[in-house]
């Protein structure tokens, strides 16, 4: 009878323990935030993960009731700032920006990444969808998507292009782009899409296929000349510039993604928490204004919804880093 009786308590006093485990992590999700959280940007400032980053920082920042402090954290196509979030606790006081480069492009082509795009986050929210764009210094003989080929075609290898680093949406687009039309380009990686710009607006570098919301400013003040679109259909902002699509090439015209995630095993009320907050961000006018001005699209989804994007981007990419035969190696 002691026996069966140790037993029965030892069973019931883990299971009170259990239970009191979890309350206590209720309510320490319950009190989430009570400090500043810091938002790790993977690449430098002016580019579009920064641009999108900040857009929605403030407004989630409030719905929070504690700041989100902006961190960058460049290099390696992402990879840098990305390790860093994926090392975090798993307590939501350090999230970071998901991009395509993050999770799918440099993932794809670089095995020795210390950090799995699959398992080693926790998706929140997808924030904005955003278009692409190949663009050339003024400068450059071709100022269409055909007279360009002809100038790439015309001195093969001697025309570069800048990307915010090797692995980049920017640098595999071009690749997959250069690949399907014939073309022979030269590779310039840089630590984010805003020093690349900054080259191919100086004329230092002639070409660059970067995300609309970093491109469009310099397209808009001629300091830049837009050649084509990755985009469902033409845009409003650039409504005389074809799509990928339009010129034959469709499996070029792929869009970019910015969300949220943390660490892998973040607490499922801390999921929530976040998602709200930027859902309730992103329902403000002046939030989705800044971010539709840009070209992009406004997503606000589920932490479900966002786990299957990137799955799903993750494996187109890691195809054509196989079928370029594209690898850090």
Same mark, same amino acid.
């Not at 920082?57 to 860093?84: F, H, T």
């Not at 050339?136 to 003989?141: D, I, L, S």
């Given at each position: 009878?002691?026996?069966?009786f140790s037993?029965?308590s030892?069973?019931a006093l883990?299971g009170g323990?259990?239970?009191a485990? =979890?309350?206590?992590?209720d309510?320490? #999700?319950?009190?989430?935030? +009570?400090?500043p959280?810091?938002?790790?940007?993977?690449?430098?400032?002016?580019?579009?993960?920064?641009?999108v980053?900040? %857009?929605? #920082?403030?407004?989630?920042?409030e719905?929070?009731?504690?700041p989100?402090?902006i961190?960058?954290?460049?290099g390696?196509?992402?990879?840098?700032?990305? +390790? $860093?979030?994926?090392?975090a606790?798993?307590?939501?006081?350090?999230?970071?920006?998901?991009?395509v480069?993050?999770?799918a492009? /440099?993932? %794809?082509?670089? %095995? *020795?990444?210390?950090?799995?795009p699959?398992?080693?986050?926790?998706?929140?929210i997808?924030?904005?969808?955003t278009? /692409?764009?190949l663009?050339?210094?003024?400068?450059?003989k071709g100022?269409?998507?055909a007279?360009?080929?002809?100038e790439? *075609?015309?001195?093969?290898?001697?025309?570069?292009y800048?990307?915010?680093g090797?692995?980049?949406i =920017?640098?595999?687009?071009?690749?997959?782009? #250069?690949s399907?039309?014939g073309?022979?380009?030269t590779?310039?990686?840089?630590?984010?899409?805003?020093?690349?710009?900054?080259?191919?607006v100086?004329?230092?570098?002639?070409?660059v296929?970067?995300?609309?919301?970093?491109?469009?400013?310099?397209?808009?003040a001629?300091?830049l000349v837009?050649?084509?679109?990755?985009a469902?259909?033409?845009?409003?902002?650039?409504p &005389?510039?074809p799509?990928? #699509?339009e010129?034959?090439l469709?499996?070029?015209?792929?869009?970019?993604?910015?969300?949220?995630h943390?660490?892998k095993?973040l607490?499922?009320?801390?999921?929530?928490?976040?998602n709200?907050a930027?859902r &309730?961000?992103?329902?403000?006018?002046?939030v989705?204004? &800044?971010? $539709?001005e840009? =070209?992009?699209s406004?997503?606000?989804? +589920?932490?479900?919804?966002?786990? &299957?994007e990137?799955?799903?981007?993750?494996?187109v990419?890691? *195809?054509?880093a196989?079928?370029?035969?594209? +690898?850090?190696?």
């Amino acid at each position: 009878m002691i026996t069966t009786f140790s037993r029965r308590s030892a069973c019931a006093l883990l299971g009170g323990l259990a239970l009191a485990a =979890g309350a206590m992590a209720d309510n320490a #999700a319950e009190a989430y935030p +009570s400090r500043p959280v810091r938002l790790i940007v993977p690449f430098a400032p002016g580019g579009t993960t920064d641009i999108v980053a900040r %857009a929605i #920082a403030p407004r989630a920042g409030e719905a929070l009731g504690q700041p989100l402090v902006i961190d960058n954290k460049g290099g390696g196509g992402g990879s840098v700032g990305a +390790s $860093e979030a994926a090392r975090a606790r798993a307590d939501g006081y350090t999230l970071g920006v998901a991009t395509v480069s993050t999770t799918a492009t /440099n993932p %794809a082509i670089n %095995a *020795k990444l210390p950090y799995n795009p699959l398992t080693d986050f926790t998706p929140i929210i997808n924030i904005a969808a955003t278009p /692409n764009v190949l663009a050339v210094h003024p400068g450059f003989k071709g100022h269409t998507f055909a007279a360009f080929v002809e100038e790439v *075609k015309r001195n093969p290898g001697q025309h570069a292009y800048g990307t915010a680093g090797t692995g980049s949406i =920017g640098h595999m687009l071009t690749e997959l782009m #250069a690949s399907r039309s014939g073309l022979t380009l030269t590779h310039v990686p840089y630590r984010g899409s805003g020093p690349a710009l900054n080259d191919v607006v100086a004329g230092q570098v002639p070409i660059v296929f970067d995300n609309l919301p970093s491109a469009l400013p310099f397209i808009k003040a001629g300091r830049l000349v837009a050649l084509a679109v990755a985009a469902p259909q033409r845009l409003p902002q650039l409504p &005389q510039v074809p799509t990928f #699509a339009e010129l034959g090439l469709t499996e070029v015209n792929r869009t970019a993604f910015y969300g949220l995630h943390g660490p892998k095993d973040l607490p499922p009320a801390i999921v929530a928490r976040v998602n709200a907050a930027v859902r &309730q961000a992103l329902a403000t006018p002046e939030v989705r204004r &800044q971010i $539709e001005e840009t =070209g992009s699209s406004v997503v606000g989804n +589920s932490p479900e919804a966002f786990a &299957q994007e990137i799955a799903a981007e993750n494996a187109v990419y890691r *195809k054509i880093a196989v079928e370029r035969g594209i +690898s850090m190696d």
